[in-house]
């Protein structure tokens, strides 16, 4: 089965495609992963379900995990890298930080809760 991510990593955005495997064998070589055209960053709020946040500017969980702390407040201003949400996984705290610098919009969850990875965890205007 074939998966595709869109992955921002400082502010550069990826497509990317995850084929899952059996685990058995040595990895096929999968193609390097591509940068996508500046316009496809956009494209990301459009794939947004109408129970999303309220701000234009989606924070979601790297990992799967659950919701540790919330590190942000609705009307806070943030820059970029400032963490907004920490989740923990694998005993680890792992902060999901704003991609820019702006206020926060919008937190959709609360400290204990499950979360997968691309997941919407709040939002920035």
């Keep these: 089965m074939m998966k595709n ?13 995850v084929e899952e495997g059996t685990g058995s064998a040595a990895p096929a070589a999968a193609p390097a992963p591509k940068k996508a055209a500046p ?17 234009s500017v989606r924070i979601e969980a790297g990992a799967a995990g659950k919701v540790f702390k919330i590190a ?15 989740i923990e996984a694998m005993k680890m705290e792992i902060p999901v930080v704003a991609p820019k610098d702006g206020t926060v919009a919008s937190i959709d969850c609360a400290v204990g809760d499950p979360c997968a990875a691309g997941q919407l965890l ?4």
Aim: cysteine-free.
């Design 5 to 17: 991510y869109t992955i921002t990593v400082n502010g550069n955005v990826y497509d990317v495609t």
């Design 72 to 86: 942000a407040e609705v009307g806070t201003s943030v820059k970029s890298g400032d963490a907004v949400v920490i």
């Design 122 to 125: 709040a939002t920035l205007n």
């Design 39 to 55: 316009a496809a960053a956009p494209a990301a709020p459009k794939a947004a379900s109408a129970s999303a946040g309220a701000g």
